[in-house]
């Protein structure tokens, strides 16, 4: 594996656990695709620093277990912009 890309993985993996960062953030810090991160630290990492893939791997998992509720955060939040829209223009009238 070329050099670039294992520190790649490494930085990847320790700017998800200190920001507790979803694959999704992290790929856009980095401007890497998402396969790219989740690849890099589930795959590669693994086989360059274990302890430091077993740390990231639970910051992924607890992402991802919480991500239903984010995905809920994100559309109650649209329709209470939809909402003060339509009142805005109400008022407007």
Not at 1 to 6: A, G, L, N, R, T
Not at 9 to 30: D, S
Not at 40 to 59: F, H, M, Q
Not at 61 to 66: F, M
């Amino acid at each position: 594996m070329k050099d670039y890309i294992e520190e790649r993985a490494v930085e990847l993996a320790n700017y998800i656990i200190e920001n507790n960062a979803t694959v999704r953030g992290a790929a856009k810090v980095f401007a890497l695709s998402k396969s790219s991160v989740h690849k890099d630290v589930t795959e590669r990492l693994g086989k360059i620093n274990p302890s430091l893939a077993a740390r990231a791997k639970l910051v992924l998992e607890r992402n991802k277990a919480e991500r239903h509720i984010r995905g809920g955060m994100a559309t109650k939040h649209k329709y209470e912009e939809r909402a003060r829209e339509v009142e805005c223009r109400r008022q407007a009238r």
